[in-house]
């Protein structure tokens, strides 16, 4: 049985990448700060099936007390899904709070970054998987994405490169892009506000964190000698706009 290290695991994408491993015959170890939504699915999944991680992905030594607490079972990684993000305001720059610059920076580039380079050895080991989760805002600008656009293009270009290091060692690595899913991502980004996340989804028929674990679970599954590079993914709803021009 194979063993799926899935960040962010307490909601949306991540916990139905979660659902999607275990429904396929995976382990999981799920992380996410918010405790008792990860002991939710080891009781629902059992212990042999599903391993819960305590952490907040800021925090180096309490990951590493976590990754060094692995029971055995789980200690194996084949595939890693970098997931946990978050967006934060969506203002234009001028008007953004520095504060939540730093967050998503520290979460979504740098922890992200760290833990890849931590698991990076038993990857090649084992020729595993990673799947990270960039955005279409790494490819596409639009007005309050500036830092946000900005972490995913990194991630976006960090799967491409660890491609080019990771040459020879079997290792796979997949930049996935969705545009609009509904999760808790919106209501995260308007301070929690629901309203503001039901109004953003109203009508779009947006894709949900089934749809992006399909996708990841498919590139981590394809045979061993194929690796998809980069993945976007859209509602048919969400398409492309022209140029935007101020006239003075
Ligand atoms: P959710 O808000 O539903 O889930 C985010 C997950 O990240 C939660 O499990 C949360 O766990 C975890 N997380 C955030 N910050 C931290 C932290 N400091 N420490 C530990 N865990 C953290 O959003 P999504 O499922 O939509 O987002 C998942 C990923 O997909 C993100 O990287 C996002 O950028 C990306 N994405 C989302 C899109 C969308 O439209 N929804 C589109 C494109 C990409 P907890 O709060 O319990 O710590
Ligand atoms: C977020 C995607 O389209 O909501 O990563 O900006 S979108």
Not at 52 to 70: F, P, S, T, W
């Amino acid at each position: 049985m194979k063993t799926a290290f899935i960040t962010g695991a307490t909601s949306g994408i991540g916990e139905a990448c979660a659902r999607a491993f275990i429904a396929a015959g995976w382990r999981v170890v799920g992380t996410g700060r918010r405790v008792e939504r990860l002991q939710a699915l080891a009781d629902e999944f059992g212990a042999e099936r599903f391993h819960a991680c305590a952490y907040d992905v800021r925090d180096e030594a309490a990951r590493d007390a976590a990754l060094g607490a692995l029971p055995e079972a789980f200690a194996g990684i084949d595939c890693l899904v970098n997931n946990a993000g978050l967006a934060l305001g969506a203002t234009a720059a001028q008007k953004a709070d520095i504060a939540d610059w730093k967050t998503m920076i520290d979460t979504n580039v740098v922890a992200l970054a760290s833990l890849t380079h931590k698991l990076l050895p038993g990857l090649i080991e084992r020729k595993g998987a990673i799947v990270m989760l960039s955005s279409v805002a790494a490819t596409y600008p639009y007005t309050g994405g500036n830092v946000y656009g900005g972490t995913k293009a990194f991630v976006r270009q960090f799967a491409l490169g660890l491609r080019s290091d990771l040459s020879g060692t079997g290792v796979r690595v997949t930049s996935i892009e969705p545009g609009m899913v509904e999760t808790e991502f919106t209501v995260v980004r308007n301070g929690g506000d629901q309203q503001a996340s039901d109004t953003f989804y109203s009508g779009v028929n947006p894709l949900t964190g089934g749809d992006i674990a399909e996708t990841v679970l498919w590139v981590a599954t394809l045979p061993a000698h194929v690796n998809i590079n980069t993945l976007e993914v859209m509602p048919v709803n969400q398409s492309f706009a022209g140029f935007q021009v101020a006239r003075e």
